[in-house]
């Protein structure tokens, strides 16, 4: 669906039954999609919907990412089980393959980064490149500076700023390694509301949140 300004809704496309949409890059008009009971994810355009390219099996939906023609993508390794990223590229270039311990969430900071969540909730940038990792903000750090609030296992970034949530609140994290607290769910919607999913795209955020009564979706603008 395509929404204007004016919150009117119209089709694009119709998926066929059983896919559902896990990711989008906008930029480049394209979609990833997941096969529900098989498992099966591609990469389509999101105007044909033809495949672009077929992806090997992930139970993690938020451990796949879309973006500047490439996926990466969390997973354990096929043969050995460790915990790596593998880096896909829709142009033909070989698949990077980079090992990693003790990362549960990533996102494309930009087109030569991605950024980690530790389970200790360690933000670092990982450069799928040359596979330096540096780090940002410790985990220990961002409680300190979150009231010793839990930020969710998951993590967002884009135009250089980073965000994570709670069923409260969104908070981001700048290039200068500053953190605001920029949205209070409870308090912008109403107390029965906890924030569900939260996904960044050029100037917007997407904010998926329950209430008590039903689900909604709301874009923001930053």
Known sequence: ??????????????????????????????????????????????????????????????????????VAQLRAHKVTDDKIIEVTFLNGKNNKIITVDDIVSIDWYDDHHLVTLSS????????????????????????NRTNEVKVRPTITASNGAIYLYNRQYVYKLDANQQITTILDIKASVNAESSIYYLDAHADKLLISYLTRYH?????YHR
Do not use: C, F
Not at 9 to 34: C, E, F, R
Not at 215 to 219: D, F, Q, S, V
């Open 120 to 143: 200790n909730r360690n933000i670092s940038l990982l450069n799928i490149e040359t596979a330096q990792v540096t780090p940002l903000i410790s985990g220990s750090e961002l409680a």
């Open 215 to 219: 689900n909604e979706i709301k874009l």
């Open 1 to 70: 669906m395509h929404i204007d300004s004016s919150h009117r809704y119209s089709p694009i496309a119709a998926l066929s039954s059983g896919y559902s949409i896990i990711d989008s890059d906008p930029s480049n008009q394209q979609i990833l999609v997941k096969h529900v009971a098989n498992k099966q994810t591609e990469v389509r355009d999101w105007k044909s919907l033809d495949v672009l390219i077929t992806l090997s099996d992930n139970e993690q939906n938020g451990g796949t990412r879309l973006g500047g023609n490439k």
